[in-house]
C-alpha cells in the first residue's frame, strides 16, 4: 500500500461515527486514473444496520 492511500484512509477514519461498535473504519482506493476515493462507516440507532467503509 502506498503511504499517501493509507492517510487518506486514516483521515477517512477520523470522520467515522461509531458510537456503538467503537471501531471506526476507513478506506481508500485508487482509480486506474490517479483519482482517489475515501469512506468511513456511519452507524446509526439501528446498529448494527448502517454504512460500512467499504461501500
Known amino acids: 500500500m502506498s503511504h499517501d ?5 486514516k483521515a477517512a477514519m477520523a470522520k467515522a ?6 471501531f471506526p473504519v476507513g478506506a481508500a ?12 462507516n456511519i452507524e446509526v440507532a439501528s446498529y448494527p444496520e448502517g454504512w460500512c467503509a467499504e461501500t
Open 5 to 9: 492511500l493509507f492517510e487518506a484512509a
Open 17 to 22: 461515527y461509531a458510537p456503538y461498535s467503537k
Open 29 to 40: 482506493l485508487r482509480t486506474e486514473d490517479g483519482r482517489v476515493f475515501t469512506g468511513a
